[in-house]
């Protein structure tokens, strides 16, 4: 990393926009699926004011659109939502924000902020990276929930422009310069693997949560020695 | 209660739990969090979690998984990673690799 502090800034910016329109145009597919699932407009746009996290919140409409109790729709919800309450203590130490700010920031943890900011290589390029992802997809996606209520599936499948081959090269270009230490790399493969073994087996949103407690379990396995093993970027 | 208003609640209800789960996460004390042993762990978190989404974002499909246009996509992408591209150079060819193939009627 060269360039001081500015360039450090353009990059994560640059990042975080690249992110956040990969991921936050897939709030079409959201809002289209909410109305058919029989929801009225005002309704999918409180989810993804309020809610705004995209796995509880196709999961909550999944419960409820095949019928299922609103308590249970209620409770899937929270349950894929848990792995946001992971990433605050992951981003809060660098944030260092309080009273509403600290609410606004508590809204948009979400995957990709978390990923985003603790990829860099400062203090100063992760909270920019955490507010321009996080505010960056927090506006698309509402703003894209409305349109695909509205219009339905008009507006095109977003894998048709490469979309999900975007966001997939966004996290790997994140993860590239991460995997120099072999802990890193097993880490990396070991989260990998977990993910996609448990993909087809539940909902979406826990094998991201498996992959991170797969690296927790990893660390406190490895006991206090090899201090060197894995640098914190971005971390306190 | 209609189904109306029980949607209402349960959207209300939903979207409060979601944002407690948040706040929780930020309210976590930081001396907590000063250990070098947590510092560590955080950094491989952020790679597992990268990893898991790089994962997921490539092969997975509705509740399945699928290998299709997104795979010599992110081929291309690791292509230019090791080449050294900029980072709006890999977002932006993996994103082309995968619609042109897409258009020539790869799924």
Redesign the interface.
């Known amino acids: 990393m060269s360039g001081g502090a500015a360039a450090d800034r353009r990059?994560a910016v640059?990042?975080s926009l690249?992110v956040a329109a990969?991921t936050g145009l897939y709030a079409i597919s959201f809002g289209a699926l909410a109305v058919s699932a029989?929801?009225?407009l005002p309704?999918t746009a409180?989810?993804s004011?309020?809610?705004?996290?995209g796995g509880?919140q196709f999961a909550?409409i999944g419960v409820?659109g095949a019928g299922g109790a609103?308590?249970s729709?209620?409770a899937t919800?929270?349950l894929l939502?848990?792995r946001?309450?992971?990433?605050?203590?992951?981003?809060?130490?660098f944030l260092r924000v309080r009273g509403w700010r600290?609410?606004a920031?508590?809204?948009v943890?979400i995957?990709?902020s978390?990923?985003v900011s603790?990829?860099q290589p400062t203090r100063e390029a992760a909270r920019t990276a955490f507010w321009w992802t996080g505010v960056g997809i927090f506006v698309l996606w509402n703003v894209f929930t409305v349109a695909g209520a509205l219009l339905g599936d008009a507006l095109g499948d977003p894998?048709?422009?490469?979309?999900?081959?975007?966001?997939?090269?966004?996290?790997?270009?994140?993860?590239?310069p991460?995997?120099g230490a072999r802990?890193?790399r097993v880490?990396?493969?070991?989260?990998?693997?977990?993910?996609?073994v448990l993909?087809?087996l539940v909902p979406?949103g826990l094998?991201?949560l498996?992959?991170?407690v797969?690296?927790?379990a990893?660390?406190?396995l490895r006991g206090?020695e090899d201090?060197a093993?894995?640098?914190?970027?971005a971390?306190? | 209660m209609s189904d109306h208003a029980l949607t209402w609640l349960a959207v209300l209800a939903a979207g409060a739990v979601c944002f407690a789960i948040k706040m929780v996460g930020h309210l976590v004390p930081e001396h907590w969090l000063a250990e070098p042993r947590i510092a560590r762990t955080s950094s491989l978190v952020t790679v597992a979690l990268l990893a898991a989404l790089v994962g997921v974002q490539a092969f997975g499909s509705g509740p399945g998984l699928a290998i299709d246009a997104r795979l010599p996509a992110l081929a291309v992408a690791a292509l230019a990673l090791a080449l050294r591209a900029p980072f709006i150079v890999v977002v932006v060819a993996a994103a082309a690799v995968a619609a042109a193939l897409r258009a020539l009627g790869m799924p």
């Open positions: 990059a640059q990042q690249s990969a029989g929801l009225d309704q409180a989810l004011l309020l809610m705004f996290s509880s909550f409820l609103a308590a729709a209620v919800a929270g939502g848990a946001n309450g992971l990433y605050g203590p992951l981003v809060s130490p600290r609410a920031a508590a809204q943890t995957d990709e978390t990923a603790t990829a894998r048709r422009y490469g979309l999900d081959a975007a966001a997939a090269a966004a996290f790997l270009a994140l993860l590239w991460r995997l802990v890193a880490v990396a493969a070991l989260g990998m693997a977990v993910a996609l993909t087809p979406s094998p991201v498996a992959a991170a797969v690296a927790i990893v660390e406190w206090p201090p093993a894995a640098e914190p970027a971390g306190p």
